[in-house]
């Protein structure tokens, strides 16, 4: 994720931010 993105959601785009970790956890595990 771009430095310029987390900038642009700030606090209220965390959620998002730990949906986005959570999907990534589970691509690295069908790998």
Do not use: H, N
Not at 8 to 21: D, E, H, K, N, Q
């Amino acid at each position: 994720m771009k430095p310029i993105a987390i900038a642009l959601t700030g606090a209220s785009g965390m959620p998002y931010a730990l949906t986005l970790l959570k999907e990534l956890v589970k691509s690295q595990e069908k790998i």
